[in-house]
């Protein structure tokens, strides 16, 4: 699985102009299921997405997780985005392929799990829609951006 994961001070997504998701200071992650992903591989991925040291601490080192943004334990948000398109193959011509892709019922079914997860193990979780036509809004903090992926 992948996740391109952005230090963000705000985000939102809309799906037909409605809010589905919003977050404060934290992460916003798009998250893509490959074939043959399997949910050992989300929650491998999870677990790098709640513990990734993106955030500064007081020496000013990104040594701090969004599980506690500003030192003292609190919690950044954390906004899930489904996006099949990181699994894009691009290595010939001049349109993407999207076979390394988890097919639509499988990536929908391992979003869910890692949605699911990332609930029980995080306290702020927002969500897009998966498949739907979204409209992400974001202030990148940094910029700070890292691509995050698990194998199988």
């Known amino acids: 699985m992948i996740a391109l994961i952005q230090r963000v001070r ?3 997504v809309r799906v037909a102009d409605r809010v589905t998701g919003a977050i404060e200071a934290g992460l916003l992650a798009f998250v893509c299921a490959e074939r043959g992903d399997t949910e050992a591989a989300a929650d491998r991925l999870l677990a790098k997405v709640l513990g990734y040291r993106v955030f500064s601490d007081a020496a000013g080192k990104m040594n701090l997780s969004v599980q506690n943004i ?22 010939s011509g001049l349109r993407p392929s999207f076979t390394p892709a988890a097919p639509p019922d499988e990536g929908k079914r391992l979003f869910d799990y890692f949605v699911a997860t990332a609930r029980v193990k995080h306290p702020i979780v927002g969500t897009g829609e ?15 951006t890292f691509w995050l992926k698990t194998n199988a």
């Open 130 to 144: 998966f498949g739907g036509d979204m409209q992400v809004s974001l202030v990148n903090d940094g910029p700070v």
């Open 70 to 91: 500003d030192g003292a334990g609190r919690a950044g948000g954390l906004l899930l985005v489904s996006q099949f398109t990181l699994a894009a193959d691009t290595n």
């Open 10 to 12: 705000r985000a939102e």
